[in-house]
């Protein structure tokens, strides 16, 4: 039989939830209304109250944890607001966004992929240096199993939350490779390190071009691409290419900071919300990159790497080529609510504008130069990166100028 948790649960949770958050708003932005116990907040109680009695005089099962109804009873609050950008996040799951964002964490240095059409979660790249690589792991490797649990059918958070883990915990992963036309499962067992995500990769491209590849923004961003562009121009390139293809944002404060690098004093964006009305983010240093620049976009750049391509499209200092970008005009802010209630919260709560007043919400950013890539391009930069040699094309065209 079912273990009664008490009158009012239910209740609890609910109201614990919308006052924990109206709390920790107020802390951050101390010009927030305070209402009044609100109509909602009674049917939320009384609905809440009625459910826990049926689940508690009829629901079969044990099986199911205080703590985890209650954190589905925030995240069933947030969705309701029809946003998919919004969530409630479980303290795991905070841990992990704010690793995104910060740019260090513990795991093994590779990122996984979910397929929409295969529905399969197939390694997309192993960092070098780093567990994944030195275990024998590889790009293409889809996942079949973790430490013998069937992977499968769970989902892409679930899955990654399985193996990461504190510095020297082991993971045993089945995967199914593909080598020469034949698909074998392979066994291999890899070891969580402290990591400090490398997001930004640089080499020297022919005709003296510099290029760098940034697959994220995080605060260790910044400094990865600085020290790439100062090793770049010391190998004397005479302009740059910037490839945020498939570079699906981060952090708006990285971007902002590597656009004060690129660009001279002036307007960047301008964010938009309830709260705080307009903040304009400006470029401060006269110190600039004056050298010509292509930035290559296609329909996985979104976000900050929008605001990166579009505010150099805007004050004039890049060519964008490639394919339409993914069109996210919007900001999200991440709220720990671990001193409160547990787990945190991320809402959107603002748009942003680029320099020439233009929001990109649904519309993306449209290249200078169309290039498309072959649809079985298996990897960018490469011979048969048809983009990144029409990005070069354009350097050469305005260093020749």
């Known amino acids: 039989m079912r273990k009664r948790r008490g009158s009012g ?105 979910y397929d929409e059409k295969t529905k399969n979660k197939t390694i997309q790249e192993v960092q070098k240096g780093r567990p994944a690589q030195k275990a024998g792991l590889k790009a293409g490797d889809i996942l079949l199993s973790v430490n013998g649990e069937d992977v499968t059918k769970l989902s892409l958070n679930d899955t990654i939350q399985k193996i990461k883990g504190k510095e020297g915990k082991k ?64 190998k004397g390139q005479k302009g740059l290419i910037v490839d945020l293809r498939n570079n699906g944002g981060g952090s708006l404060t990285a971007v902002v900071d590597i656009l004060d690098r690129m660009l001279p004093k002036g307007k960047l964006i301008t964010e938009k919300n309830k709260v705080n009305g307009d903040k304009v983010y400006t470029s401060t240093d006269e110190k600039h990159f004056d050298k010509p620049v292509a930035v290559l976009i296609n329909g996985g750049s979104a976000s900050a790497s929008e605001v990166f391509a579009g505010c150099m499209q805007d004050r004039k200092a890049a060519s964008l080529v490639g394919v339409k970008s993914f069109g996210k005009g919007i900001v999200q802010t991440i709220f720990s609510l671990e001193k409160s209630c547990g787990g945190g919260i991320k809402l959107t709560t603002g748009e942003y504008l680029l320099p020439s007043g233009r929001c990109i919400q649904g519309k993306g950013l449209t290249p200078d130069v169309e290039a498309k890539n072959p649809s079985d391009l298996k990897q960018f930069g490469g011979k048969d990166d048809y983009q990144l040699q029409k990005a070069v094309e354009v350097i050469n065209e305005k260093t020749a100028e």
């Open 9 to 113: 649960f239910f209740s609890g949770i609910f109201v614990g939830v919308l006052f924990s958050m109206t709390f920790f708003l107020v802390m951050y932005f101390l010009d927030i209304q305070i209402l009044p116990a609100s109509s909602l907040a009674s049917d939320i109680r009384n609905r809440a109250e009625i459910v826990e009695s049926y689940i508690d005089s009829y629901y079969w099962k044990d099986d199911v944890s205080d703590q985890t109804i209650s954190e589905y009873a925030a995240k069933g609050m947030v969705a309701a607001l029809g946003d998919k950008y919004s969530a409630y996040f479980t303290g795991e799951e905070l841990k992990s966004s704010m690793e995104d964002v910060e740019g260090d964490y513990e795991g093994i240095g590779a990122s996984v992929r």
């Open 171 to 234: 993971s045993e992963l089945v995967v199914l490779r593909e080598e020469n036309g034949e698909k074998t499962k392979k066994k291999i067992t890899v070891t969580c390190e402290k990591i400090v995500n490398q997001t930004v990769t640089h080499r020297m491209l022919s005709g003296e071009t510099g290029y760098i590849a940034i697959t994220s923004f995080t605060k260790e961003t910044v400094k990865q691409y600085e020290n790439a562009l100062s090793d770049l121009e010391k």
